[in-house]
């Protein structure tokens, strides 16, 4: 895929702010905080940059320019295992848009475009765990019964944050107890297969940002590890190796796009990119050897990302399962 100038433009822009703002450190100590993000940096990226207007149409305040867009700030993110409300954001505006409910939309996308308002999302394929849950602002809920939009802080709404593997995700459950809520208007059952299509090309743009990262970094780290007098990346056998990492993580990179544009299912991308990043990860791990599993090393975290990752919004094997009954293939 060959992306415009302007997105090249935004990529750098991301990149740049993440160098200076997310490292190791500063990843380390936003999920310790109270929210699991550096609420500061997320502002500066929707002020500066307008991240969470990308996928915004301009009538609600939005950039208007789309996924591939967001697609670009995803894969930094994944880069940087940045934890910030991006990914809520954007399934949270897709579905919004995808219902088509005007009032609704007129009254929340131009918080969600700015950043203000945190919209979390909870539906069948995020397995009863609510992304960003304890943190929103708004909660849409998609039943059989319609998309219902839900005050978090309403009687009746118990949110409790859970701990996950990845520390770099925020999760809650949610429970529902005679609470109001408003009903949103719209074909659900289309605006709940284009948020499944979404999250899995959203999710797919991370792990290749991740799977990229932690591949680069293993590579640098081999060029310093010495064992027999000579660095590990001079044998032939773990050059081979990295050179099957690289093509698989270029591999994943080519199923992401091609999703984003219609080429393959959205399933495909998630599924392929899942088993690749975690792959990498697992790599990076025994070439990184005993240093890889201590709290100061950061593969431990791409690790977790990428057996987070591949879990959330559906395993491989249930995407595999699901690409098989559609091509009347029996398992």
Request: glycine share 8%; proline share 3%.
């Amino acid at each position: 895929m060959t992306f415009t100038e302007e997105q090249e433009q935004l990529r750098g822009a991301v990149a740049t702010l993440l160098a200076k703002r997310s490292d190791s450190a500063a990843v380390r100590k936003a999920v310790e905080s109270d929210r699991g993000y550096d609420a500061d940096l997320w502002q500066t990226m929707c002020e500066q940059i307008g991240v969470a207007a990308l996928a915004v149409p301009e009538e609600y305040d939005g950039a208007g320019a789309g996924l591939e867009e967001a697609f670009v700030v995803l894969e930094e993110l994944g880069r940087r295992l940045t934890p910030s409300p991006m990914l809520s954001s954007v399934l949270a505006s897709q579905l919004l848009l995808a219902l088509g409910d005007a009032e609704a939309n007129a009254r929340l996308l131009p918080g969600i475009a700015a950043g203000t308002t945190i919209a979390a999302v909870s539906w069948a394929g995020s397995d009863g765990y609510v992304l960003d849950g304890d943190n929103a602002d708004v909660l849409l809920a998609v039943t059989e019964a319609g998309v219902l939009e839900v005050d978090p802080n309403a009687p009746g709404v118990t949110r409790t944050r859970i701990a996950a593997m990845d520390p770099t995700r925020r999760f809650a459950t949610v429970e529902f107890d005679e609470s109001t809520a408003r009903r949103l208007s719209g074909d659900v059952s289309a605006a709940a297969a284009r948020l499944r299509d979404v999250a899995s090309i959203a999710l797919a743009a991370e792990q290749v940002g991740g799977a990229a990262r932690v591949l680069e970094l293993t590579v640098e780290y081999s060029k310093v590890r010495e064992q027999f007098g000579r660095p590990i990346g001079s044998f032939q056998a773990l050059k081979h190796r990295m050179a099957d990492l690289h093509v698989l993580v270029e591999a994943a990179r080519s199923a992401a796009y091609a999703a984003l544009h219609g080429s393959i299912s959205p399933s495909v991308a998630k599924a392929y990119c899942s088993e690749a990043f975690f792959a990498v990860a697992a790599e990076a791990i025994q070439l990184h050897g005993g240093i890889a599993i201590t709290w100061e090393h950061d593969a431990h975290l791409y690790f977790k990302r990428a057996h987070g990752s591949a879990a959330l919004f559906g395993s491989p094997a249930e995407h595999i399962s699901t690409m098989a009954a559609l091509a009347g293939i029996e398992e």
